[in-house]
């Protein structure tokens, strides 16, 4: 007997199935224009599953994204946190996993550790999805390749920019280059840097991965200008890495060095005045709200995913 599908990570799928979720998502975007939100999709394709979401961390998109996915898709969600659960007051994470196998049909689950989510799955009998870690955050990345590809651009040979701090939201990027063939310039100032391992896996599948500390050279010629926040949740509000950040900042002037028609994504919340200018993030350039948007119709296609309904 085979075990559930999680979808821990972009390579628990692969390419052909990420390609087949951006495929999925789209066809069920197209037919809900001018839906309601909250009605189900015509074939309500999860009708009676229930998704248990578990949020060590606090969120926006992915909370809202997931409920509103298992609702179109015909099913409803659970929201559960450490402050009003017995994983506030020392129960295991085996135990939860075992626990809710039995009275859900999925885990979704936003923490911390990568190791409490590897430990969810190796316990869990019911799919486990990885809403965020510290280590990656893969659902914010199958939403980042549909906005890309609803732009027009075609993932094969795509130059993307990575501007910033090598965070998690990189190391996914860097997972997917490897998986759909794109290439992806870093820049981030030294002792910035991603996870050597997602960068020689990212290699590994093909893509050309550039290290830089100078913003101008990953900027140059790109397709795709992305970033995210400097200071990520739970860190401290460190001045030495604001300075450090600085010169990273995606402005009028770095988008300039990108092809014209390049696109700009972050995956918010966003300060802009930092990361980002104001006049990129308002520009007709940005595709930030489309991005934030796509999560819904992401996540139901890694939903259906796990269900074994998107091959």
């Known amino acids: 007997m085979t075990g559930p599908r999680h979808f821990l990570s972009l390579s628990d799928a692969g390419g052909d199935a990420i390609a087949a979720m951006i495929n999925d998502a789209q066809?069920?975007?197209?037919?809900?224009?001018?839906?309601?939100?909250?009605?189900?999709?015509?074939?309500?394709?999860?009708?009676?599953?229930?998704?248990?979401?578990?949020?060590?961390?606090?969120?926006?998109?992915?909370?809202v994204s997931f409920d509103i996915a298992i609702r179109q898709l015909g099913g409803s969600a659970l929201i559960l946190d450490s402050g009003t659960t017995q994983l506030g007051r020392g129960e295991s994470i085996a135990d939860t996993a075992r626990v809710?196998?039995?009275?859900?049909?999925?885990?979704?689950?936003?923490?911390?550790?990568?190791?409490?989510?590897?430990?969810?799955?190796?316990?869990?009998?019911?799919?486990?999805?990885?809403?965020?870690?510290?280590?990656?955050?893969?659902?914010?990345?199958?939403?980042?390749?549909?906005t890309i590809v609803e732009k027009g651009k075609t993932l094969?040979?795509?130059?993307?920019?990575?501007?910033?701090?090598?965070?998690?939201?990189?190391?996914?990027?860097?997972?997917?280059?490897?998986?759909?063939?794109?290439?992806?310039?870093?820049g981030t100032p030294a002792g910035y840097e991603p996870d050597p391992e997602f960068v020689a896996r990212a290699r590994a599948g093909g893509a050309k991965v550039t290290l830089t500390h100078d913003p101008v050279e990953a900027a140059s010629e790109a397709d795709v200008l992305v970033?995210?926040?400097?200071?990520?949740?739970?860190?401290?509000?460190?001045?030495?890495?604001?300075?450090?950040?600085?010169?990273?900042?995606v402005n009028d002037q770095l988008m300039g060095k990108a092809k014209p028609g390049a696109r700009f994504l972050h995956c918010l919340p966003a300060h802009v005045g930092?990361?980002?200018?104001?006049?990129?993030?308002?520009?007709?350039?940005?595709?930030?709200?489309?991005?934030?948007?796509?999560?819904?119709?992401?996540?139901?296609?890694?939903?259906?995913?796990?269900?074994?309904l998107v091959a």
């Open 27 to 63: 066809v069920r975007k197209r037919a809900r224009v001018a839906w309601p939100k909250g009605k189900p999709d015509a074939d309500a394709a999860l009708a009676g599953r229930v998704l248990a979401m578990i949020f060590e961390k606090s969120s926006t998109r992915t909370r």
């Open 100 to 146: 809710l196998s039995r009275m859900c049909d999925a885990i979704m689950i936003r923490t911390d550790s990568h190791d409490k989510l590897e430990e969810m799955a190796r316990h869990a009998t019911v799919p486990v999805i990885n809403g965020l870690t510290d280590r990656s955050h893969p659902c914010q990345i199958v939403a980042d390749l549909l």
């Open 156 to 186: 094969p040979g795509l130059e993307l920019a990575w501007l910033g701090d090598g965070n998690n939201v990189l190391h996914s990027i860097l997972e997917a280059a490897g998986l759909m063939k794109f290439n992806v310039r870093v």
């Open 227 to 249: 970033t995210d926040t400097w200071v990520s949740m739970g860190q401290q509000h460190a001045r030495e890495k604001l300075a450090a950040m600085a010169p990273f900042q």
């Open 274 to 308: 930092e990361e980002v200018s104001e006049s990129v993030f308002e520009s007709e350039q940005s595709d930030v709200f489309d991005e934030a948007e796509n999560r819904i119709h992401a996540q139901k296609s890694v939903l259906l995913w796990c269900f074994g």
